[in-house]
C-alpha cells in the first residue's frame, strides 16, 4: 500500500485507534493521544502504541513495526526513543530507561538504527547468545524446583537442564532434555543465563517428565 500517494483518500482520523477498536491486543478499551500521530491504547489484557503512517515512516527501518503497533513490555521504548512528539514529553531518566531497555532486548537493531555498539553486559540477549555459544554441547538448566517437592533429597535442588540451553530471547529448547541433582547451596551461588551440569558431580536422574524427580539413574 502507498499511503504517501497525494491521490490517498485516506484522512488523519482513519487511522486514529478508537475505543471498541481492533488493537493486536484485542479490543481497545481505552485511547490517548501522546503526541501528533502517537496514541497509547490498553486492552483488558496487554497495550502499547500506534502511530500514524506517516509518524511510523519516521522510526528507524530495523526497529520499525509493521502496522505503527508497538507493545508496552519492550517496544514502548522504540516510541519513547525516536517519536520526537513523545520524546519531548519524558524526563531523563524515562529516556534512559528506554535507551537501556532497547539494547537489553534488541541489541542488534539498536546498533543498525543508532550506530551505537551494546557491549556483552548491557545485554541480556548477547549474554544469551555467548553463553549459548559456549555451552551448546553442555546441560544447561531451564527449570528447577527444590526439597520440598517429593523424591529430592533434602538440601538439594532438582533441575531440568537441556544440551544448549534455553534461548533467551525466543524461549525454545533445541536439544535434548534430562533431570539432575544439584546441591541446593550450590545452585543458588549460580551466575549468569542458565547454571552448566557437571555430569560428574551433578547425579542425572530418571522422571517420565523431568520434574518431578523419581529415581536416581544408576
Same mark, same amino acid.
Given at each position: 500500500?502507498?499511503?504517501?500517494?497525494?491521490?490517498?483518500?485516506?484522512?488523519?482520523?482513519?487511522?486514529?485507534?478508537?475505543?471498541?477498536?481492533?488493537?493486536? @491486543?484485542?479490543?481497545?478499551?481505552?485511547?490517548?493521544?501522546?503526541?501528533?500521530?502517537? @496514541?497509547?491504547?490498553?486492552?483488558?489484557?496487554?497495550? #502499547?502504541? +500506534?502511530?500514524?503512517? $506517516?509518524?511510523?515512516?519516521?522510526?528507524?527501518?530495523?526497529?520499525?513495526?509493521?502496522?505503527?503497533?508497538?507493545?508496552?513490555?519492550?517496544?514502548?521504548?522504540?516510541?519513547?526513543?525516536?517519536?520526537?512528539?513523545?520524546?519531548?514529553?519524558? &524526563?531523563? $531518566? =524515562?529516556? =534512559?530507561?528506554?535507551?537501556?531497555?532497547?539494547? &537489553?532486548?534488541?541489541?542488534?537493531?539498536?546498533?543498525?538504527?543508532? #550506530? +551505537?555498539?551494546? $557491549?556483552?553486559?548491557?545485554?541480556?540477549? *548477547? =549474554?544469551?547468545?555467548?553463553?549459548?555459544?559456549?555451552?551448546?554441547?553442555?546441560?544447561?538448566?531451564?527449570?528447577?524446583?527444590?526439597? @520440598?517437592?517429593? #523424591?529430592?533429597? +533434602?538440601?538439594?535442588?532438582?533441575?531440568?537442564?537441556?544440551?544448549?540451553?534455553?534461548?533467551?530471547?525466543?524461549?525454545?529448547?533445541?536439544?535434548?532434555?534430562? $533431570?539432575? *541433582?544439584?546441591?541446593?547451596?550450590?545452585?543458588?551461588?549460580? *551466575?549468569?543465563? #542458565?547454571?552448566?551440569?557437571?555430569?560428574?558431580?551433578?547425579?542425572?536422574?530418571?522422571?517420565?517428565?523431568?520434574?518431578?524427580?523419581? +529415581?536416581?539413574?544408576?
Amino acid at each position: 500500500m502507498n499511503s504517501s500517494s497525494s491521490s490517498s483518500p485516506h484522512t488523519a482520523t482513519e487511522y486514529a485507534p478508537r475505543e471498541g477498536g481492533h488493537s493486536p @491486543w484485542g479490543s481497545i478499551q481505552q485511547v490517548k493521544e501522546r503526541a501528533p500521530g502517537a @496514541w497509547e491504547v490498553s486492552t483488558a489484557s496487554h497495550g #502499547g502504541f +500506534k502511530l500514524s503512517a $506517516a509518524e511510523n515512516r519516521k522510526i528507524p527501518e530495523p526497529l520499525r513495526q509493521k502496522g505503527g503497533w508497538y507493545e508496552e513490555d519492550c517496544l514502548y521504548a522504540v516510541v519513547y526513543l525516536f517519536h520526537e512528539g513523545v520524546k519531548a514529553t519524558l &524526563n531523563a $531518566a =524515562q529516556i =534512559q530507561m528506554a535507551d537501556t531497555s532497547l539494547r &537489553n532486548y534488541y541489541p542488534d537493531q539498536y546498533t543498525a538504527a543508532t #550506530g +551505537k555498539p551494546v $557491549a556483552l553486559n548491557e545485554s541480556r540477549l *548477547l =549474554q544469551s547468545r555467548d553463553h549459548h555459544a559456549r555451552h551448546a554441547n553442555d546441560w544447561v538448566t531451564i527449570s528447577a524446583v527444590g526439597d @520440598w517437592r517429593e #523424591g529430592i533429597p +533434602k538440601g538439594m535442588v532438582g533441575v531440568t537442564a537441556c544440551l544448549g540451553g534455553r534461548h533467551f530471547h525466543t524461549g525454545s529448547v533445541a536439544g535434548e532434555c534430562r $533431570a539432575f *541433582l544439584v546441591p541446593a547451596e550450590e545452585y543458588g551461588n549460580r *551466575l549468569g543465563v #542458565g547454571f552448566v551440569i557437571d555430569p560428574d558431580r551433578h547425579p542425572r536422574v530418571a522422571t517420565d517428565t523431568y520434574l518431578p524427580i523419581t +529415581k536416581e539413574v544408576t
